[in-house]
């Protein structure tokens, strides 16, 4: 099948960590890949945000990038992207009936690429499946004014919603959500993210410990991971160290306002000296930090999807999320982790105290994770389900040749 993915601000050769770089370009390389070896020919479409880029980029995983020209080429904030999305469209659009290539099927990735994408599938006769990743609906309710969507978010992602062949929505939540935004429930399918099993395992090298109890948590410095109730949440759990990976690099971390902010907080709560931030930390070195945890936080206040759970997991590390978002799915109460209410520090102090403090029950956790992950959360079957969406909206491709690497 030739595949068209349609990223626009989340590119997959992009570094993760920083403020718009995060999931979606982690699922959209992983995705990619994992469908390109099972014998796909998959293009991914993402906005050039530098000059330097070049317009086509063969990825080692067979995978090809292609940036598109539209807007300035720079890296420009991802709510400020939509006036470019007729220019992105009609590039698409020009390619696919001019150049050498052309997708049977497309498939978007957040809503302006599916605002950009639809016109050009509709163009070329193609059929749109669009995947979210985060909905207008949800961040409005929990980000109130603070919400920085273009005005019309709500409205348009209902439209596409309505208008693409085939919404897949990561987990029951979303499907909860979508329903309620208008989405009729035939359009619906369900296809969680996964993990790379390859790069997160339970063996393999560890980043090294102080000698004390290691709490990690991972993720983009915004408010809405909850990173404050962790770090309100660690005066709860005395002698362990809280240790957090993501944000702008290292070195930009003391200019960097939401860094100061929990530092700060830190430092209000009398645990400066237990709480460390990393910095972001290149994808192939993650498994090393969560192998390096007792235990890994992932405390957000919503969370449409949320990978870093499903990695920690991958490598044999127990977790204690908020009950929001995929992590209601993916993190089995009582059997993988502990779930816990979001914005509730002393919930969350309470959970991760017991649970370094019973070890019994982590190993168990931990055997539990590796079944779990590798059982249902491969890539391999992520790329499996999508091709079978693909084909139910018409997609008539030979069977895929079998690449072997
Ligand atoms: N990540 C990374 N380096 C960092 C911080 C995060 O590689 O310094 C990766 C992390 O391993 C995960 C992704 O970024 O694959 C974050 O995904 P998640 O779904 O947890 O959050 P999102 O950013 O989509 O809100």
């Known amino acids: 099948m030739r595949i068209a993915m349609i990223s626009e601000h989340a590119s997959p050769l992009a570094v993760l960590g920083g403020a718009d770089a995060g999931g979606q370009n982690t699922h959209v390389a992983e995705l990619s890949a994992a469908l390109a070896a099972a014998g796909h020919d998959v293009r991914v479409y993402t906005r050039r945000d530098c000059p330097d880029l070049p317009t086509v980029v063969h990825t080692a995983d067979r995978v090809t990038v292609v940036h598109v020209p539209a807007g300035p080429a720079e890296p420009v904030p ?17 390619q696919w009936r001019t150049g050498s290539w052309a997708p049977q099927v497309v498939h978007a990735h957040f809503w302006m690429s599916g605002l950009a994408g639809l016109p050009a599938a509709r163009l070329a006769g193609v059929p749109v499946v669009q995947t979210y990743h985060a909905l207008g609906t949800v961040k409005r309710r929990h980000q109130g004014a603070q919400d920085t969507s273009p005005a019309g978010r709500i409205r348009d992602e209902r439209a596409l919603g309505q ?42 090298p560890a980043e090294p410990t102080a000698g004390r109890p290691r709490v990690l948590s991972v993720g983009r410095l915004v408010e809405r991971k909850g990173f404050q109730d962790l770090v309100r949440a660690m005066a709860l759990v005395p002698q362990a160290e809280c240790v957090i990976v993501g944000g702008p690099s290292a070195a930009e971390l003391d200019s960097d306002p939401q860094a100061r902010r929990l530092r700060e907080l830190a430092r209000r709560c009398g645990v400066a000296d237990r709480v460390r931030l990393v910095g972001a930390v290149p994808r192939q070195q993650m498994a090393r930090w969560y192998r390096s945890a007792d235990l890994v936080v992932a405390s957000p206040w919503y969370e449409p999807f949320g990978l870093t759970p499903l990695e920690a997991m991958a490598c044999g590390v127990p977790v204690v999320a908020t009950a929001v978002g995929g992590m209601i799915d993916t993190v089995a109460d009582g059997v993988t982790g502990d779930l816990v209410p979001a914005r509730d520090p002393v919930a969350l102090g309470t959970a991760v105290a017991a649970l370094l403090a019973d070890r019994a029950r982590r190993f168990r956790y931990a055997a539990a994770a590796v079944r779990r992950v590798r059982e249902r959360y491969s890539w391999q079957g992520a790329a499996e389900q999508l091709a079978e969406v693909y084909r139910g909206v ?3 491709a030979p069977t895929p040749r079998v690449v072997v690497s």
């Not at 991802?78 to 020009?94: E, I, N």
């Not at 499907?175 to 395992?201: C, D, H, I, K, Y």
């Open 78 to 94: 991802k709510d400020d992207l939509l006036p470019h999305m007729p220019a992105f469209s009609r590039w698409l659009s020009t």
């Open 394 to 396: 018409g997609v008539d």
């Open 163 to 204: 208008a693409v062949d085939r919404v897949v929505a990561q987990c029951q939540d979303e499907v909860g959500e979508l329903m309620q935004l208008g989405v009729p429930a035939r359009q619906l399918a369900v296809v969680p993210s996964g993990v790379n099993l390859t790069a997160f395992g339970p063996l393999g």
